[in-house]
């Protein structure tokens, strides 16, 4: 019982240091993300080089010390003599270290699993468009770096913001082309048909289908009423509505991710239908970045879940 609460000496030490790092491994993470977030540096850099990816970037380093630290912390705990306030706080360091460096590769598998898209609609055959109005608040938004409310060619030139199509293709460098073999070139709706599951599967092609089924949402209301219950629920998602227009049947907001700070445009068209009642479809498009790791996908996806049941419930 006296060797368990001696001086843990050299031994207690390094399991504090593992401790220590491997704290600092998550917060270094979140750092990454929030410091992106309220512009202290460029989402590249905290992206692309804070977390970075399995062939680059700090987040590997900073993950491979931890486990390093971990476990010889652990090992020397153990040795002769083994001291439990050392054996503790090395457990600690791996159990830590392991949760990070989980998140860290879940994230790997999922950049390399999807697509290089960067955004994501209901109707490719006749897509939503965007107005104006969105199209000038997108490109402030991310290009006017002097604050003066306009943006001239030479921001709009090194702001990196994705453009707006109707008819979008995947255009990549050599060095994505690399990365994502055979996608250069195609069109958006082609690889999003490719790696959408088919609902009348129900989830079955799962492991072959990286993105969720994104539906048009057809209902028996009329236009004006599909078109309040679709603008009550994009204000429940917490999405800054930027443009509403009744008669045109166009609703436009911009949704901002949690942790970086990404913003998404969002668009949405309520028409009528001839045969009666009306429908309603959805547009998400990144700002910025190749690929969106699947978060446009998702939020049609989830919305246009939303949307049907809240359409059916005002419908009865």
Known sequence: MASTVQSAGWRGKLAGIALGWSLFSVAWFAMAALGSRIGLWDWRFGLGQMQGNVGAGLGRWILLISAILAVAGLIAALLKSPRTRPTMLAIAAIMITLMAGGRWFGFQLTALSLPPLHEAATDWDDPVPFSSNLQEKRAIGQCDKDGDGAVSEEERTGCGLNPFEMSPTVTLPDWAQERWPG???????????????????????????????????????????????????????????????????RIEATATSTWYGFKDDVAFRVRALETGGSEVDMRSVSRVGLSDLGANARRVSNFMYDLERALDEAES
């Open 183 to 249: 996608f250069h070139g195609k069109t958006v709706a082609q690889v999003q048909t490719d790696f959408e599951m088919d609902p009348a599967l129900k989830g079955e092609d799962a492991e072959e289908k990286a993105y969720p089924p994104m539906n048009t949402a057809i209902t028996t209301l009329s236009q004006n009423d599909a078109f309040e219950v679709t603008i009550d629920l994009v204000s429940k998602h917490g999405w800054k509505i930027v443009g509403a227009n009744h008669e045109a049947g």
